[in-house]
């Protein structure tokens, strides 16, 4: 049997891609398959690889970025990288390329020129239709068979039957678990024993930190009124690039009046989000953009938290909206409250809200059922 290489852009593991990477990396280990990984750097992501014995190759490149085109040189690390990886599948047998993502696409055509099979897998929704057309062409041309994280983002794109929707294994039980916290000198840390209402999320635009403080401003004046308190938290910190928006979001908080309120905890490791959410009674997830899943609202269902969500890209596929969480339309921030206050005030509400979602989780999100997928296309393509 050939080799699997899952090519991965990202050497970190603090974002939903390499943590996935990692998950599927060890299926398919788990499963009999030989199977690598290359990633551009030495980083925790490598580490943990090379701890669990999964083979571990470093390509070195700077990743796609928007500004791409004012950079050109760039172009210079993806050539170097092209080449490496065209010998590293040919001298190591490579029969399938795996990629893990849209910023991995100008490798793309390297897998194939090799001799290899290449599988996109698609986790985002890139926000300008010229490119996301242009992306489907290239996908066309260069990869054997799509992997989309959900069935909107198969409709996004357009990908038809070329595309196979694998649903994430969601979050790593043993870690997001009530019974087994990380940390759990977190719990109840700055909460005043009032309710916790929270976000995941690094500060970025895109991922509507502004919407979550707006939100919070009015589920305070709502608790106010039935004379109760709420506390708000936000699992992020600051992007290289986007400070600004960081004290745009906070500016917003003081001028609402939800600042003395508002724990912001900066960048944390991965296990800690799960201490964190353990804390919580409910989650607030209020992107702008299309989410293409959403592995934040998964966590949540994994610890017993309450979902609010925005009806945002494939975020509704997560559970079953007035059942195992609630759906709001895009934008409309007092709706995202007045469900985030009634599931305070009626903490049965809330209790069985988020016992039908961890049913639902385990149901629709296993890793048994993502190996299975991910594998039913290697096959396929293998034929």
Request: aromatic share 10%; glycine share 8%; charged share 25%.
């Amino acid at each position: 049997m050939k080799k699997t290489c899952i090519f991965c852009s990202l050497s970190s593991f603090s974002t939903g891609m390499p943590i996935s990477t990692y998950k599927l990396a060890v299926g398919l280990a788990e499963r009999g398959r030989d199977v690598c990984v290359l990633v551009p750097d030495d980083g925790e992501l490598a580490e943990r690889l090379r701890s669990v014995g999964i083979d571990v190759g470093i390509v070195s490149f700077e990743r796609v970025k928007r500004d791409f085109w004012k950079r050109p040189w760039r172009m210079l690390t993806w050539l170097s990288a092209g080449f490496r990886l065209y010998r590293y599948i040919r001298d190591n047998r490579v029969g399938i390329v795996h990629f893990s993502d849209v910023i991995d696409a100008p490798f793309y055509p390297v897998a194939r020129i090799a001799g290899a099979k290449a599988v996109a897998h698609v986790r985002v929704c890139l926000d300008a239709p010229s490119v996301g057309y242009l992306y489907r062409v290239w996908t066309r041309l260069f990869c054997s068979r799509i992997v989309t994280v959900s069935h909107f983002v198969k409709r996004y794109y357009g990908f038809g039957s070329l595309a196979s929707v694998v649903y994430n294994p969601g979050p790593d039980r043993a870690v997001f678990s009530n019974a087994n916290i990380v940390n759990k000198d977190i719990v109840n840390a700055d909460t005043d024993g009032c309710p916790v209402v929270i976000a995941v999320s690094s500060f970025r635009r895109d991922k509507g930190l502004h919407n979550f403080v707006e939100i919070a401003a009015e589920i305070a004046e709502r608790m106010r009124g039935v004379g109760r308190d709420a506390r708000f938290v936000i699992v992020g910190g600051k992007v290289l690039g986007h400070e600004s928006y960081y004290n745009e979001v906070m500016e917003s908080a003081r001028r609402l009046g939800v600042d003395k309120r508002l724990t912001v905890t900066g960048n944390v490791k991965h296990e800690e989000v799960a201490a964190r959410l353990a804390e919580a009674s409910v989650l607030i997830h209020a992107p702008d953009w299309e989410e293409a899943l959403g592995g934040v609202v998964l966590e949540a269902m994994a610890m017993g938290v309450a979902v609010v969500a925005y009806d945002s890209g494939g975020v509704g596929e997560c559970f079953r909206n007035g059942v195992s969480g609630y759906l709001v339309k895009k934008g409309d921030k007092s709706s995202a409250a007045t469900r985030a206050v009634s599931l305070l005030n009626k903490p049965e509400l809330r209790d069985d809200m988020a016992a039908k979602a961890k049913k639902e989780l385990d149901e629709k999100f296993s890793m048994e059922s993502y190996i299975n997928g991910v594998l039913a296309v290697y096959d396929r393509i293998m034929k």
